[in-house]
């Protein structure tokens, strides 16, 4: 018998379980300082709900099984098609606009790679009901706000932009016939992966003719080089691209138009976005964009939203790769230091009266040298340590230890939970 978690999947020891709390916390605090609304769905869901979104293919990546009354279901590999189902079912009598996050454990079964598990945490938030820029204004700055909250600043990460609709404008405008955009825009995502080269040969196997493929390669470097109004004219796709960066303000900064950008083909069909790190591989760390027929294949009235996926694996990693991750150690106020096992249950009696008031306490339970407990209260970063020792106990006092200035003074119960214990 194996000792280790199931390939793929993780075990969080309680040193992983500070890392990832205190990311969580990030991303809660930032979604409530947004204004937006939490919510959660079951960790398994109907397969057939999840082939709508992804399609027939996405089986082959599920942890799909039939349960004990033979129904199809698969544990979730993202949260955007139980969020679907969730607002399909009360569309009528959710408010919007609906502006929901939620911090979602999710499974796939694939290849792994590095920053790419069979197991994750992902951060999802969505803005649905808006239809102009107004809502991919406000997402994106969600996005970066929490990354500014993380310690990041833009010589660490940049959130590369595009519009699936002005890429579409490029594709036209260079003869690329409607039928083959797809497949080229599968081509073109590879920009900043493969050589040019290659590139355009595999253009050429889309197949594209003549001087097609460099004449796009031309286009797209120009455009997310700042000539797209030069080159597509002043369009409406181009002025809601203006829209957006103007009303970031200073967050613009973190912004860079990139024509390169395509993301998911089947669901995006407006302004999508990328978080990618400068550093480490300049490895992607979230993503999102404008969808608008969701809901529809899902049986729901049409319904556009934005939203954005942001994982645990990969930041993660980038943070500790860039000593990112404040200190995640125990922070205790009290650690109680009992003399003997005879003072045991006096032990007890004040860390209650410390926890009820909104203290944290622990208790040295094996009650060993005075300077073993104190080390130990030291490790668990403990302001203050409370020594129960025979003398002092016999008189109704207490010993106190400032952890910082390694003061001692010795009190009455009555002045420790009276005047320290407030402090």
């Known amino acids: ?136 204004t406000e997402i994106i700055s969600l996005l970066i706000f929490a990354l500014k909250k993380m310690g990041f600043g833009t010589e660490d990460v940049v959130v590369r932009i595009n519009s699936r609709k002005i890429i579409e404008d490029i594709l036209r405008k260079v003869g690329v016939p409607s039928e083959l955009f797809s497949q080229t825009m599968i081509v073109i995502d590879k920009k900043d992966k493969i050589p040019s080269e290659e590139l355009k040969r595999m253009l050429g196997e889309v197949p594209l003719k003549g001087d097609i493929p460099e004449r796009l390669l031309d286009a797209v470097e120009k455009c997310s080089e700042g000539g797209a109004r030069e080159f597509l004219g002043d369009g409406e796709n181009i002025r809601q691209m203006d829209d957006l960066i103007e009303n970031l303000g200073d967050f613009s900064e973190f912004v860079s138009f990139d024509v ?9 069909t407006g302004i999508v976005f990328e978080a990618f790190g400068k550093r480490a591989g300049k490895r992607a760390i979230a993503g999102g964009g404008r969808y608008a027929s969701l809901l529809e294949k899902i049986g729901g009235a049409p319904l556009s939203g934005v939203g954005f996926g942001f994982g ?58 005075v300077k073993t407990a104190l080390s130990d209260g030291s490790k668990k970063n403990a302001l203050f340590c409370v020594m129960i020792f025979p003398e002092e106990h016999k008189d109704g006092r207490i010993k106190l230890k400032n952890m910082k200035t390694k003061e001692e003074k010795t009190l009455s119960a009555a002045e420790f939970f009276d005047s320290s214990i407030s402090t």
């Open 260 to 268: 390169s950008v395509v993301r998911g083909l089947s669901y995006y």
């Open 312 to 369: 645990d694996v990969v930041i993660l990693d980038v943070l500790e790769e860039s000593e990112k991750i404040p200190f995640t150690g125990i922070n205790l106020d009290y650690y109680i230091i009992p003399y003997s096992k005879d003072y045991l249950s006096y032990a007890f009696s004040i860390a209650r009266q410390i926890r009820n008031k909104g203290f944290s306490a622990d208790i040295d339970f094996k009650c060993r040298k």
């Open 1 to 136: 018998m194996t000792l280790q978690p199931v390939r793929g999947m993780r075990d969080f020891y309680p040193e992983d379980m500070r890392k990832r709390e205190w990311l969580f916390s990030v991303w809660r605090e930032a979604s409530l300082l947004y204004g937006f609304e939490p919510y959660d769905a079951p960790v398994v869901e109907n397969l057939d709900l999840l082939k709508r979104k992804a399609g027939e293919e996405i089986a082959e990546q599920l942890y799909s099984f039939k349960d004990k009354s033979g129904r199809e279901i698969a544990l979730r590999a993202e949260m955007t098609p139980s969020l679907a189902r969730m607002i399909a079912s009360r569309q009528n009598s959710i408010a919007m606009p609906a502006k929901w996050y939620a911090i979602a454990q999710c499974f796939r079964y694939e290849r792994m790679t590095k920053g790419r598990k069979r197991e994750h945490y992902q951060w999802n938030a969505d803005i649905l009901g808006v239809d102009d820029v107004s809502a991919e």
